[in-house]
């Protein structure tokens, strides 16, 4: 099933995907989210791509040890919330949101919305 999947793929998807791989995240996203407008019956592809951009972009902002904290944590949080969106069992989103939020509880400060 897995293979028929690959062969539905839009080509938007599969350009995502590479634009992804390339730490291209907010050109990927803005390719993907584009698609869903316009392409309806693809949503379901389209949305798991979505996913999976986002969460790509929310690692690389977490796990960058050249940002500092204040600027890597919110944008890798919004990120996460947004990997969500498009895939509310995603185990890895799921836990790195309560790592983020538990950092701000530890130091007495509010959770970035």
Do not use: C, W
């Amino acid at each position: 099933m897995a293979g028929s999947l690959m062969a539905l793929e839009p080509k938007v998807v599969t350009e995502a995907k590479a634009m992804t791989k390339a730490g291209k995240h907010p050109e990927a996203i803005a390719a993907l989210e584009a698609a869903l407008k316009t392409s309806p019956k693809d949503a379901a592809v389209i949305k798991t791509a979505l996913g999976g951009s986002y969460l790509a972009m929310a690692d690389a902002s977490m796990f960058n040890d050249a940002l500092p904290p204040m600027r890597k944590y919110p944008a890798a949080l919004r990120a996460y919330r947004k990997v969500l969106d498009y895939d509310k069992t995603n185990a890895k989103a799921t836990a790195n949101i309560k790592t983020i939020e538990d950092i701000y509880k530890s130091m007495g400060r509010p959770v970035p919305q």
